[in-house]
């Protein structure tokens, strides 16, 4: 299995690069935060998965580890395909996921594109007892809380699902936990050019 590249990008798209690597040019659907920050001809690591069926030979490209163990764990819901799985990835941070299905929160995985709630409730449902309730720290479970806060009122603001994400990845993990100071920040990132 393929479990990482690194390599010149090629090529950028919405859900795709194209990495090259000794010559030959990967396609690799990638997060939708990786494929906004990725430049033609600088170098990127990506963590990978590998997806293999009759009727794919997909790779699907993260920035950490992390995400791609959780891609892999979603892989493994009856019904989530990978391009479901990728869609989760890109619209929900790690914590916000871990969070969602240790307090079993239906709506948090609703709001991903293309899943309703009988899927959300599936999904949590399938993967319960499969994250060890010691990996969220209380820090961690303030912080996630506080981004689901801000998350709902860059929604109810009018923003799409994606942008409300790509604003809170912008905002950086070390800074304040106040919502109100967190929802400037987000609020900045859609202001600058």
């Known amino acids: 299995m393929i479990s990482s590249v690194h390599g010149s990008i090629a090529g950028v798209s919405e859900d795709f690069l194209i990495v090259e690597v000794g010559g030959i040019g990967l396609k690799i659907a990638a997060t939708k935060a990786a494929c906004k920050e990725a430049r033609m001809g600088e170098r990127i690591f990506l963590y990978t998965h590998l997806v293999v069926r009759e009727d794919l030979l997909a790779l699907y490209g993260f920035e950490s580890m992390e995400e791609r ?68 720290q209380q820090d961690a479970l303030v912080s996630a809380d506080v981004d689901t806060r801000v998350f709902e009122a860059l929604t109810s603001l009018g923003y799409s699902v994606v942008e409300a994400q790509s604003a809170l990845q912008s905002i950086p993990k070390d800074g304040s936990c106040e919502v109100e100071e967190r929802l400037k920040l987000a609020l900045k990132y859609f202001s600058t050019p």
């Open 69 to 136: 163990d959780l891609f892999a764990m979603f892989l493994g819901v009856s019904g989530i395909g990978p391009k479901t799985g990728m869609s989760i990835i890109s619209t929900l941070n790690p914590d916000t996921i871990r969070r969602a299905i240790l307090e079993n929160q239906v709506d948090v995985f609703s709001r991903v594109p293309g899943i309703g709630k009988k899927s959300a409730a599936k999904i949590l449902l399938q993967l319960q007892g499969k994250i060890p309730a010691d990996l969220l």
